[in-house]
């Protein structure tokens, strides 16, 4: 088994998730919790994307429409809706999708990165293509959909 | 031993320091004040002592140096040759200072601190001024001093002083890590020793008390010393044991005698007696390498010194405080806690506070009737949360003492550059207020203080005329007032010339020439951007910061200023501050279906919204007409972009105070409650947004932002509120 490693491609888990009729993923390691939809309270001066905070036991959680972030139509915010909650180097929030679909394994070698469409917004979220039978998986670029960081740590 | 554990014990010697200096400045106050006793100057004294040793072990030299020579005219004052004068307590405060400068240097391992040399050698000045100066002092005396009267008495022939040596380890001097026997070596490198070694006559080897130390030496030591050189060698363990260093021509005359007869009367109160086995004894401790039973014999005092202290002498076995914070006076026991370790407590009784208040408001909505067990419970529950809650804030809160001793050095300094005299003195010191806002009171508080001493006392001379004594004198208060703490800087100087005031604001175009303003407006021009009322430029100005930095300091610490002034009789500025900043008094508002909370300190008024009061000014600005005020109206809800226009209705207005002290009305649907909102960070997770200070978590476990008033009605952000699409 572990001498199969260098030529057998590693595996990745990620979980599966829906945005309107669109499937994408994201590492599963990222992912702190998922839970229910609760009404956010709106923040001025925001982008559209961000829907607004919620309390997470106590932390403020930035909540992001990850729909509108990748230029689509809102996600139509009621209870059938869950906010996975994701960690990316001790920054936390909040993304909004439709459902939860799966928890998928899928080795390295799957993975085809993205066609070149140049100056597309949502292109520059996706940092890798799979095909899991006849459903065609997003891998989302975590990084890039999260809200940028203050330069200033005030 | 590793790095990491010598790094450890270098910053506890840090924060050992730290406490010292605290006691040095406690007694030197006492002594300043007139009322001490030579329990304060021996406090003095094992400060500086201790600090000495401390340094000694890191290989502080520099620190070390400095520390040594104030200890020698410490010690001078310790015996009584030297008077606490005013003068020389001024010169031990300044020394005090400058010894927080070394060690200050020494922990950021900076160069040590140029200063010193001039304060230094005018202590020791007062030194060669007092009648018996010891002779190590001449080393450090700048020539042109005249200390020649002084020097036949104590510069004895080489080769020929003799002296004689009572030395008596106390335990905590094995616990310090010192030895004897190398103390005993040291001492014969000076000269020719001869040891005795006194034994007491039962002296009994059992485990039990092997730690308590029972023999004591009596060394006589010929040759080219002299006493600072023996004193150098017991340097380390001065206050651990007990010595007596005499010239041996004294140690055989009558009081020897006296102590023998006095050893004989109470044998019990007597710590050891001379044995006539002493050589014996020695030699198997394998201890000093010459021995004498002729000197022991010869009628030496058999105690070296009395005993310390009345309850030490009382108890059989004289067992001897292993430091002085043993001592009865010390301070109660404390703990040292990782800073981080706290504030997470704190996070989690913030927690534990929303919490509450969400089962509160379940409970109720759930239709429980009052006086049920259930209630009852919650009831309990709450409380038991608000007195976690206090004593977890206690735990963050300190003392403003440490904070205040700097400001005496502030105003030493000060006083010193622009050659008045002024005194301060501080009141409830022992107020306690959260660390952070401590810190963060540090500079405006230095700033004040150098304004009052600049601004606030006149000249000495000014001072006289007007019949008041020529030394002004400032006053620090701390108090704690309704939930928040008061800090008072009032000083008897000559109060605020408003009609200057009021003319440099005209020259500087901060106000019409023709403007009616209160003494209270025309006071309050001070804290105005740009202002400064001094004409010439002194060491202390020019610093390029005026009372305006510190209002906007004190403000955002949530904090409020105000100033209260009678000519002739001085100034006196009040600043009130929140106990932490952990926790915020907030209104609660709704705008636009939207919960927020407005800061209680930035709120002057509330009112209703009638349309009379609105004036238009251009295509959108209004202001608002109260009592004769034209303020600059905002709609609350449609400056955070959660509407667009206001709807018709009455509606009520909140003035609040901005930073720059001007005043803006932000408009809202109702005012909800007054209530303490837990501060929770919004940055760390999302960034900056204008005009929101933080956000806070409200019994319903909603979100509920936090405002900025000031940033939000700064006129400048009009452009990216245009440019950012709303939140959905």
């Given at each position: 088994?572990?001498?199969?490693?260098?030529?057998?491609?590693?595996?990745?888990?990620?979980?599966?998730?829906?945005?309107?009729?669109?499937?994408?993923?994201l590492?599963?390691?990222?992912?702190?919790?998922?839970?229910?939809?609760?009404?956010?309270?709106?923040?001025?001066?925001?982008?559209?994307?961000?829907?607004?905070?919620?309390?997470?036991r106590?932390?403020?959680?930035?909540?992001?429409?990850?729909?509108?972030?990748?230029?689509?139509?809102?996600?139509?915010?009621?209870?059938?809706?869950v906010?996975?909650?994701?960690?990316?180097?001790?920054?936390?929030?909040?993304?909004?999708?439709d459902?939860?679909?799966?928890?998928?394994?899928?080795?390295?070698?799957?993975?085809?990165?993205?066609?070149?469409?140049?100056?597309d917004?949502?292109?520059?979220?996706?940092?890798?293509?799979?095909?899991?039978?006849?459903?065609?998986?997003?891998?989302?670029?975590?990084?890039?959909?999260?809200?940028?960081?203050?330069?200033?740590?005030? | 031993?590793?790095?990491?554990?010598?790094?450890?014990?270098?910053?506890?010697?840090?924060?050992?320091?730290?406490?010292?200096?605290?006691?040095?400045?406690?007694?030197l106050?006492?002594?300043?004040?007139?009322?001490?006793?030579?329990?304060?100057?021996?406090?003095?004294?094992?400060?500086?002592?201790?600090?000495?040793?401390?340094?000694?072990?890191?290989?502080?030299?520099?620190?070390?140096?400095?520390?040594?020579?104030?200890?020698?005219?410490?010690?001078?004052?310790?015996?009584?040759r030297?008077?606490p004068?005013?003068?020389?307590v001024?010169?031990?405060?300044?020394?005090?200072?400058?010894?927080?400068?070394?060690?200050?240097?020494?922990?950021?391992?900076?160069?040590?601190?140029?200063?010193?040399?001039?304060?230094?050698?005018?202590?020791?000045?007062?030194?060669?001024?007092?009648?018996?100066?010891?002779?190590?002092?001449?080393?450090?005396?700048?020539?042109?001093?005249?200390?020649?009267?002084?020097?036949?008495?104590?510069?004895?022939?080489?080769?020929?002083?003799?002296?004689?040596?009572?030395?008596?380890?106390?335990?905590?001097?094995?616990r310090?890590?010192?030895?004897?026997?190398?103390?005993?070596?040291?001492?014969?490198?000076?000269?020719?020793?001869?040891?005795?070694?006194i034994?007491p006559?039962?002296l009994?080897?059992?485990?039990?008390?092997?730690?308590?130390?029972?023999?004591?030496?009596?060394?006589?030591?010929?040759?080219?010393?002299?006493?600072?050189?023996?004193?150098?060698?017991?340097?380390?363990?001065?206050?651990?044991?007990?010595?007596?260093?005499?010239?041996?021509d004294?140690?055989?005359?009558?009081?020897?005698?006296?102590?023998?007869?006095?050893?004989?009367?109470?044998?019990?109160?007597?710590?050891?007696?001379?044995a006539p086995?002493s050589?014996?004894?020695?030699?198997?401790?394998?201890?000093?390498?010459?021995?004498?039973?002729?000197?022991?014999e010869?009628g030496?005092?058999?105690?070296?010194q009395?005993?310390?202290?009345?309850?030490?002498a009382?108890?059989?076995?004289?067992?001897?405080?292993?430091?002085?914070?043993?001592?009865?006076?010390?301070?109660?026991?404390?703990?040292?806690?990782?800073?981080?370790?706290?504030?997470?407590?704190?996070?989690?009784?913030?927690?534990?506070?929303?919490?509450?208040?969400?089962?509160?408001?379940?409970?109720?909505?759930a239709?429980?009737?009052?006086?049920?067990?259930?209630?009852?419970g919650l009831?309990?529950?709450?409380?038991?949360?608000?007195?976690?809650?206090?004593?977890?804030?206690m735990?963050?809160?300190?003392?403003?003492?440490?904070?205040?001793q700097?400001m005496?050095?502030?105003?030493?300094e000060?006083?010193?550059?622009?050659?008045?005299?002024?005194?301060?003195?501080?009141?409830?010191?022992?107020?306690?207020?959260?660390?952070?806002?401590?810190?963060?009171?540090?500079d405006?508080?230095?700033?004040?203080?150098?304004?009052?001493?600049?601004?606030?006392?006149?000249?000495?001379?000014?001072?006289?005329?007007?019949g008041?004594?020529?030394?002004?004198?400032?006053t620090?208060?701390?108090?704690?007032?309704?939930?928040?703490?008061?800090i008072?800087?009032?000083?008897?100087?000559?109060?605020?010339?408003?009609?200057?005031?009021?003319?440099?604001?005209?020259?500087?175009?901060?106000?019409?020439?023709?403007?009616?303003?209160?003494?209270?407006?025309?006071?309050?021009?001070?804290?105005?951007?740009?202002?400064?009322?001094?004409?010439?430029?002194?060491?202390?100005?020019?610093?390029?910061?005026?009372?305006?930095?510190?209002?906007?300091?004190?403000?955002?610490?949530?904090?409020?200023?105000?100033?209260?002034?009678?000519?002739?009789?001085?100034?006196?500025?009040?600043?009130?501050l929140?106990?932490?900043?952990?926790?915020?008094?907030?209104?609660?508002?709704?705008?636009?279906?939207?919960?927020?909370?407005?800061?209680?300190?930035?709120?002057?008024?509330?009112?209703?919204?009638?349309?009379?009061?609105?004036?238009?000014?251009?295509?959108?600005?209004?202001v608002?007409?109260?009592?004769?005020?034209?303020?600059?109206?905002?709609?609350?809800?449609?400056?955070?972009?959660?509407?667009?226009?206001?709807?018709?209705?009455?509606?009520?207005?909140?003035?609040?105070?901005?930073?720059?002290?001007?005043?803006?009305?932000?408009?809202?649907?109702?005012?909800?409650?007054?209530?303490?909102?837990?501060i929770?960070?919004?940055?760390?997770?999302?960034?900056?947004?204008?005009?929101?200070?933080?956000?806070?978590i409200?019994g319903?476990?909603?979100?509920?932002?936090?405002?900025?008033?000031?940033?939000?009605?700064?006129?400048s952000?009009?452009?990216?509120?245009?440019?950012?699409?709303?939140?959905?």
């Open positions: 088994m572990t001498e199969n490693l260098s030529t057998a491609a590693q595996e990745i888990e990620l979980l599966a998730f829906r945005l309107g009729e669109q499937e994408y993923c590492d599963i390691m990222s992912v702190r919790e998922i839970r229910g939809w609760t009404s956010a309270t709106p923040l001025p001066f925001s982008p559209a994307h961000v829907k607004g905070v919620i309390n997470l106590g932390t403020v959680l930035p909540v992001i429409d990850l729909a509108v972030r990748l230029g689509m139509p809102p996600v139509r915010a009621d209870e059938r809706n906010i996975i909650v994701v960690s990316v180097n001790g920054h936390t929030a909040g993304l909004l999708v459902a939860v679909s799966d928890i998928l394994s899928i080795a390295t070698d799957q993975l085809q990165p993205p066609p070149d469409l140049a100056g917004l949502e292109s520059s979220c996706i940092s890798a293509l799979t095909l899991v039978g006849q459903r065609l998986i997003r891998v989302l670029q975590l990084g890039a959909v999260l809200p940028a960081r203050p330069a200033e740590a005030a | 031993m590793s790095i990491d554990a010598m790094t450890e014990i270098r910053a506890s010697f840090f924060v050992e320091c730290e406490e010292l200096m605290e006691s040095l400045h406690d007694a106050a006492i002594l300043d004040a007139g009322d001490g006793t030579d329990e304060t100057v021996n406090v003095v004294f094992r400060a500086v002592h201790s600090i000495k040793g401390g340094a000694g072990a890191f290989g502080l030299d520099a620190l070390v140096g400095f520390a040594h020579r104030l200890e020698t005219v410490l010690d001078e004052l310790r015996a009584g030297l008077d004068t005013p003068g020389a001024r010169l031990f405060f300044q020394a005090a200072d400058m010894l927080h400068d070394h060690i200050r240097a020494a922990q950021s391992q900076d160069a040590p601190p140029p200063t010193g040399e001039d304060v230094l050698r005018a202590l020791e000045g007062l030194m060669q001024a007092a009648p018996q100066a010891e002779p190590e002092a001449v080393d450090f005396t700048p020539t042109g001093l005249s200390f020649d009267p002084m020097l036949p008495q104590w510069t004895t022939p080489p080769g020929t002083s003799e002296w004689t040596i009572r030395f008596r380890p106390h335990a905590g001097l094995y310090s890590g010192n030895e004897a026997l190398l103390i005993l070596r040291a001492l014969a490198g000076l000269g020719d020793t001869h040891t005795t070694c034994v006559p039962a009994a080897l059992d485990p039990a008390t092997a730690e308590q130390p029972q023999l004591g030496w009596i060394i006589t030591l010929t040759g080219d010393v002299s006493e600072a050189d023996i004193r150098e060698i017991f340097d380390f363990v001065t206050d651990v044991c007990d010595l007596d260093i005499s010239p041996a004294d140690a055989a005359d009558g009081s020897a005698t006296d102590g023998v007869a006095a050893a004989m009367a109470s044998p019990d109160a007597i710590p050891f007696r001379l086995d050589i014996v004894a020695a030699a198997n401790h394998d201890d000093p390498p010459a021995t004498s039973p002729g000197v022991g010869a030496l005092a058999p105690e070296l009395p005993p310390p202290a009345p309850s030490n009382a108890a059989p076995a004289p067992a001897q405080p292993a430091s002085p914070k043993a001592e009865p006076d010390a301070a109660a026991a404390t703990i040292r806690v990782d800073l981080d370790r706290v504030d997470r407590l704190v996070n989690l009784v913030g927690e534990l506070v929303i919490n509450q208040a969400m089962l509160a408001q379940s409970v109720t909505e239709g429980m009737a009052e006086n049920t067990a259930v209630m009852n009831e309990e529950f709450m409380m038991l949360t608000r007195d976690i809650q206090d004593g977890v804030m735990i963050r809160a300190q003392p403003v003492k440490p904070l205040f700097r005496a050095r502030i105003v030493r000060a006083s010193t550059g622009v050659a008045k005299q002024v005194r301060l003195r501080t009141e409830g010191d022992q107020t306690e207020v959260d660390k952070t806002v401590i810190e963060r009171l540090s405006p508080l230095t700033h004040m203080i150098r304004n009052s001493v600049d601004h606030g006392i006149e000249t000495p001379a000014r001072r006289l005329a007007a008041k004594p020529a030394e002004g004198v400032i620090l208060s701390a108090s704690h007032r309704a939930g928040r703490v008061l008072e800087i009032c000083d008897d100087g000559a109060g605020i010339d408003r009609a200057r005031v009021r003319d440099i604001a005209v020259a500087r175009g901060l106000i019409a020439a023709d403007a009616q303003l209160t003494e209270a407006e025309v006071d309050n021009l001070l804290f105005l951007p740009g202002f400064s009322t001094a004409s010439q430029v002194s060491a202390l100005s020019g610093r390029g910061v005026g009372m305006d930095v510190v209002k906007r300091a004190i403000t955002a610490l949530g904090g409020r200023v105000a100033i209260a002034s009678e000519p002739g009789v001085g100034t006196k500025f009040s600043i009130s929140p106990l932490t900043l952990a926790v915020l008094d907030g209104m609660v508002v709704r705008v636009a279906d939207q919960t927020l909370v407005v800061p209680l300190s930035s709120i002057v008024e509330t009112a209703t919204l009638t349309p009379q009061a609105i004036r238009r000014i251009g295509r959108s600005a209004e608002l007409h109260i009592r004769g005020d034209l303020v600059p109206l905002f709609d609350l809800g449609a400056r955070l972009g959660f509407r667009q226009a206001r709807a018709a209705g009455d509606r009520v207005v909140i003035l609040t105070t901005q930073e720059d002290g001007g005043r803006a009305a932000l408009i809202v649907d109702a005012i909800m409650e007054q209530r303490q909102v837990v929770k960070g919004l940055s760390r997770n999302y960034g900056r947004v204008p005009g929101v200070a933080a956000a806070t409200l319903d476990g909603k979100v509920a932002l936090i405002l900025d008033p000031s940033d939000l009605t700064r006129s952000p009009q452009t990216a509120i245009d440019a950012i699409p709303l939140a959905g």
